[in-house]
């Protein structure tokens, strides 16, 4: 495995969607996601690796979790790079472990085959996965974790109704008449800014690999993931803020909610228009109180 870092980091991602839908909840009709209770927008921290995932993958790292994968056949692939034949138990009997009745991988062969799959896949050595579901890769746990993201302020959801101009057979054409056809609906915010928090642990980090260039990669992919995610759905969505802390020991010099709280949204004063730009916020970084040890750094 490379080296992997030595710090401890914790950040806050801060974006903003308008006239778009950033995280449609399929339970909902695909309204965009609300809390019941405040009214907030969300974006569920599946939604943003996603795009972290996406982002990767266009500058030539591979994943595992991905469109049309097919993840037990991943792991298998990984048995056969380290030369080990699934369809002839027993194994390993120096770890005095014996595969299953299925053939399935025991042992230090789960170990060896949990390390290629964290060389391999930037993701899980990234977030971790899950890989027993097959051959048996074991389970990752990820250096990197993230909240959902949670808008500043109540969020609208307005639905629109959309048409088309065309049918798709014949037998629609004889049904329907007039020129615009009704096709269906579309829901959108009309503006939200959106915070989000994430963990990077040194300490897991060592168990998967998860190096400096991996970091540098994350911060890349926050920073550049709604550039290359563009849908007429998601509307007009953009990263405007990337603040990190980074501690100097491996288990870190502060509490990582002390440190989010040094990061204050405000709307901006005499407007009691609603929010419509990310130019109606202040964000303020309180650095008179950082906390000795952690130095904060602004990528955005």
Not at 34 to 49: H, I, Q, R
Not at 186 to 195: A, E, F, I, S
Request: glycine share 8%; aromatic share 6%; proline share 4%.
């Amino acid at each position: 495995m490379s080296d992997p870092i030595k710090n401890r980091y914790d950040f806050v991602l801060i974006f903003d969607v308008q006239d778009g839908n950033p995280n449609g909840d399929p339970d909902a009709g695909n309204l965009p996601r609300v809390d019941a209770e405040t009214g907030c927008g969300l974006v569920t921290d599946v939604c943003l690796k996603r795009k972290v995932r996406n982002y990767v993958m266009l500058k030539g790292q591979d994943v595992f979790v991905k469109e049309k994968a097919v993840l037990n056949r991943l792991i298998e692939d990984a048995y056969k790079t380290l030369g080990i034949d699934l369809t002839n138990p027993p194994a390993d009997e120096k770890d005095g472990k014996k595969r299953n009745e299925k053939g399935v991988g025991q042992g230090k062969e789960v170990e060896r085959a949990r390390d290629e799959m964290c060389r391999k896949y930037y993701d899980i050595r990234t977030f971790g996965a899950v890989m027993s579901t097959g051959a048996n890769a074991g389970q990752v746990r990820g250096p990197v974790q993230m909240t959902f993201g949670r808008s500043v302020e109540r969020i609208v959801s307005l639905e629109h109704s959309i048409t088309r101009m065309a049918v798709a057979t014949e037998e629609e054409a004889e049904k329907q008449s007039g020129d615009n056809r009704t096709m269906g609906r579309k829901n959108t915010v009309p503006y939200g800014l959106y915070v989000a928090h994430g963990f990077v642990s040194a300490h897991l980090a060592a168990q998967t690999g998860f190096s400096q260039a991996d970091l540098d990669l994350l911060w890349d992919a926050l920073k550049n993931m709604f550039e290359h995610d563009r849908s007429a759905a998601r509307g007009l969505m953009a990263t405007r803020k990337l603040i990190v802390f980074k501690h100097s020991t491996p288990l870190g010099n502060a509490p990582a909610h002390k440190l989010f709280d040094l990061v204050k949204i405000e709307r901006n004063g005499g407007n009691d228009k609603p929010p419509r730009a990310f130019t109606d916020y202040q964000v303020t970084i309180d650095r008179a109180n950082l906390p000795q040890g952690v130095e904060l750094i602004e990528l955005l």
